[in-house]
């Protein structure tokens, strides 16, 4: 039975959607609309039993909360894993744009970790190139995807929460972040930033994809 009382959509009315029913933060972790009803509505004003929230369109016709908690973007990405490389076919290309990135910086690397690594899509190139490359994504779903693949045959995975994850005394040469970082905000960036710090060598960079074909660099040049 649906958690939503009402839905404030302009003049669309007799709206069809589908919706997360596990519900960890009493709300919906995601909205599903149907009959292609998206192109024509920019954001889901959503009463719930637990006050009104603001859903944002995102990948197809999803919609996620705005501010979604980790266990809401676990929930989702654990929905769409099966058919998320249908959809981010175009991902496949962000492989050789990365790993161009990475032999930019000259640097004969053997420790690469990628965070927030989903089923691997646009990490093959790499992993061609740098075959033990540890993905870790917060969704199981997604990595068993890429564990299929024959290119991560020699790779490393990591089932958990970046910022929970103890990494003991692991350090890496190159950590990459592609299309996740938005996931990090205020007090979780924080975090973020000190976790990258923590666990880079000497010398190591982090490379971050904010957009597609938009990468930031940073080198870590303290000890």
Not at 162 to 172: T, V
Request: aromatic fraction near 14%; glycine fraction near 6%; hydrophobic fraction near 35%.
């Amino acid at each position: 039975m649906s958690l939503i009382k009402e839905y404030y959509v302009g003049k669309t009315e007799n709206l069809s959607f589908t919706e997360d029913n596990i519900c960890p933060c009493s709300r919906p972790a995601w909205i599903y609309l149907e009959n292609g009803e998206k192109d024509n509505i920019r954001l889901l004003k959503v009463q719930t039993k637990a006050g009104r929230f603001f859903y944002l369109p995102f990948f197809g016709s999803y919609y996620l909360p705005e501010n979604s908690r980790k266990e809401e973007v676990l929930l989702y990405y654990d929905k769409v894993a099966s058919s998320y490389e249908k959809d981010m076919r175009n991902h496949s290309q962000i492989g050789e744009y990365l790993l161009k990135k990475i032999r930019s910086i000259g640097c004969d690397f053997k420790e690469i970790l990628s965070v927030g690594a989903g089923t691997g899509i646009e990490l093959e190139d790499i992993a061609k190139n740098y075959p033990q490359i540890t993905l870790l994504d917060i969704s199981d779903k997604m990595l068993q995807i890429a564990k299929k693949k024959p290119v991560f045959h020699a790779s490393k995975f990591i089932t958990a929460d970046f910022l929970d994850y103890n990494f003991k005394d692991k350090r890496y040469d190159v950590i990459v972040c592609c299309l996740a970082i938005h996931y990090f905000s205020g007090k979780d960036l924080d975090g973020f930033i000190k976790k990258i710090y923590s666990i880079l060598n000497d010398g190591g960079f982090l490379l971050w994809l904010i957009s597609i074909y938009r990468c930031k660099t940073w080198k870590n040049t303290f000890c």
